[in-house]
């Protein structure tokens, strides 16, 4: 089978061209094994692995060998003397090991043995001559003083090296004349692209170089031609927002008798006003110090109506800077009410990492998820405030400050659906329209707004703070903006009919 360069589909060794992409298969790489799959290069005929044919009808046929008459193969039978020469071999040490006289000895015996042999293929008879020579060496080693040679050295018993037999051979056989000529290399003929591989091609180039889906669209600035107002005319925008703010010193609180508090706003103060003496409120800053402004003064005075309601209130954080805004709106509240005490009345027990996990451990052990409180770092166990409290089912109403919906859907999903309490979220303008199918469904018992419900919640529950105080400078902003609004869309429409006038 042949392997398509392009799309790796399996083909027919015949085949021409792909039949999953129809691209040509000319200059094809490899070749699958019909047998175990594996991949051989385009030139092998047989798996490197299996061994198995990859080209169909590439194996030679094999010829029968004609019937011819083969004997078997007999061993001759060693002579007398091969058998003795075998003997002494097995029975004498090795070389290094022996003395010289019996070298000496076995080689005179060798020649002796030698003559012998020659002597009874030429002339049969007594040998005289061959017991000469064996008798010399003895006579020699007799007279030969009783003193020890020295050894052998290693060098005189190394043979002598073996002729070259290849010497001398140089040149018999001349190279060819086009072995020695240079070879051009030469490239494959890349292959020719089909209109579906080029359309493919674009396509995964479009794909490959288009923008992130979760990467920010750049923003692109268009400098500012013109200044919309001149200097005198915010000088004068300044002014007015000056005013507005000092308000309340001329008006002297007039507005706050018109001011109705909603239908939430006055949930909330009633829950809280219904709370028996010592029942206990978890209340959670998920906010960071950017919407301080905004979500501050609601807080403020959620957290006063609990002081004087006598409620204990335990707080805690999922954002990491909301642990700070809580510490400083607790101190303010403790400085005006010398007998709000912490660890009697309130407590803080810190940031919580983790939105989901961290939330999920609330209900069932405050203990794993605060091991010791963030201003006295004790453990919970030795706070008064924290008496009877394990879990987030101990307590009877728990709010929600925050600044991002997920914080407030990470309480719902994670807290109110394993544990059943009323779960009150009082968040930022910006993000309350994301949290209003939750109020509708049931599942957050109240929804408000802090950019105008601090004075609201003050007059719903009875008690005239600041916030209160500054309702005058707050219509008095909004009456600057609906001003500045009709000013500027006149002063454009004036400057448009201007243009066409003189267009015209």
């Known amino acids: 089978m042949i392997v398509c360069p392009a799309c790796n589909h399996r083909n027919p060794s015949d085949a021409l061209v792909c039949e999953a992409c129809g691209g040509s298969?000319?200059?094809?790489?490899y070749r699958a094994c019909p047998s175990c799959g594996a991949l051989n290069p385009a030139e092998n005929v047989f798996c490197h692995r299996c061994f198995d044919d990859l080209v169909p009808g590439s194996a030679e046929t094999i010829v029968e060998a004609s019937?011819?008459?083969?004997?078997?193969?007999?061993?001759?039978?060693?002579?007398?003397?091969?058998?003795?020469?075998?003997?002494?071999?097995?029975?004498?040490?090795?070389?290094?090991?022996?003395?010289?006289?019996?070298?000496?000895?076995?080689?005179?015996?060798?020649?002796a043995t030698t003559a012998e042999v020659v002597s009874e293929e030429t002339e049969p008879g007594p040998l005289a001559e061959p017991q000469q020579l064996v008798g010399e060496p003895i006579e020699r080693l007799e007279a030969?003083?009783?003193?020890?040679?020295?050894?052998?050295?290693?060098?005189?018993?190394?043979?002598?090296?073996?002729?070259?037999?290849?010497?001398?051979?140089?040149?018999?056989?001349?190279?060819a004349a086009a072995a020695t000529q240079a070879h051009a290399f030469a490239l494959p003929v890349p292959p020719s692209v089909s209109e579906t591989e080029q359309h493919d091609a674009e396509l995964?180039?479009?794909?490959?170089?288009?923008?992130?889906?979760?990467?920010?669209?750049?923003?692109?600035?268009?400098?500012?031609?013109?200044?919309?107002?001149?200097?005198?005319?915010?000088?004068?925008?300044?002014?007015?927002?000056?005013?507005?703010a000092l308000t309340p010193v001329f008006t002297g609180d007039r507005t706050s008798l018109l001011l109705r508090p909603r239908d939430s706003v006055t949930s909330l103060a009633r829950d809280i006003q219904s709370l028996p003496t010592g029942s206990a409120v978890l209340?959670?800053?998920?906010?960071?110090?950017?919407?301080?402004?905004?979500?501050?003064?609601?807080?403020?005075?959620?957290g006063r109506h609990l002081a004087a309601s006598q409620v204990?209130?335990?707080?805690?954080?999922?954002?990491?800077?909301?642990?700070?805004?809580?510490?400083?709106?607790?101190?303010?509240?403790?400085?005006?009410?010398?007998?709000?005490?912490?660890?009697?009345?309130?407590?803080?027990?810190?940031?919580l990492p983790g939105p989901e996990a961290g939330l999920r451990t609330l209900c069932t052990s405050l203990g794993k998820a605060f091991k010791v409180?963030?201003?006295?770092?004790?453990?919970?166990?030795?706070?008064?405030?924290?008496?009877?409290?394990?879990?987030?089912?101990?307590?009877?109403?728990?709010?929600?400050?925050?600044?991002?919906?997920?914080?407030?859907?990470?309480?719902?999903?994670?807290?109110?659906?394993?544990?059943?309490?009323?779960?009150h979220a009082l968040v930022t303008a910006a993000i309350e329209p994301m949290l209003l199918p939750y109020q509708q469904s049931g599942q957050l018992s109240t929804l408000i707004a802090a950019a105008h419900s601090a004075?609201?919640?003050?007059?719903?529950?009875?008690?005239?703070?600041?916030?209160?105080?500054?309702?005058?400078?707050?219509g008095a902003f909004c009456l600057v903006l609906l001003v500045t609004a009709i000013a500027t869309n006149v002063a454009y429409l004036r400057t448009r009919a201007r243009q066409r006038s003189h267009g015209q």
């Open 25 to 29: 298969l000319e200059h094809f790489v």
């Open 67 to 111: 019937d011819i008459p083969v004997e078997s193969f007999v061993p001759s039978e060693p002579s007398v003397t091969d058998r003795e020469e075998a003997v002494r071999e097995a029975a004498a040490p090795p070389v290094g090991e022996r003395p010289t006289s019996d070298l000496i000895l076995e080689a005179d015996a060798e020649v």
């Open 144 to 175: 030969a003083p009783s003193e020890p040679e020295a050894p052998m050295q290693p060098s005189e018993l190394i043979p002598e090296a073996e002729e070259d037999v290849l010497e001398g051979l140089e040149g018999l056989v001349p190279i």
């Open 204 to 244: 995964f180039h479009s794909i490959a170089s288009e923008r992130g889906p979760l990467r920010d669209a750049a923003r692109v600035v268009i400098p500012r031609r013109a200044r919309l107002l001149s200097r005198r005319g915010r000088a004068l925008l300044y002014l007015l927002v000056l005013l507005a």
């Open 283 to 302: 209340i959670s800053f998920d906010y960071g110090p950017a919407y301080a402004g905004e979500v501050d003064p609601l807080a403020l005075a959620v």
């Open 312 to 351: 204990r209130v335990v707080a805690m954080s999922t954002d990491p800077g909301g642990v700070g805004l809580a510490e400083h709106l607790y101190r303010t509240i403790a400085g005006e009410m010398p007998d709000y005490r912490y660890g009697e009345s309130y407590a803080i027990l810190g940031y």
């Open 373 to 423: 409180d963030y201003v006295q770092r004790r453990t919970l166990s030795e706070l008064p405030v924290m008496k009877d409290l394990t879990s987030v089912q101990d307590f009877d109403q728990v709010i929600v400050f925050a600044d991002d919906s997920r914080s407030v859907r990470s309480w719902i999903e994670q807290v109110q659906s394993q544990c059943n309490f009323s779960l």
């Open 455 to 474: 004075g609201e919640y003050e007059k719903a529950s009875g008690m005239e703070e600041p916030s209160l105080h500054w309702t005058d400078a707050y």
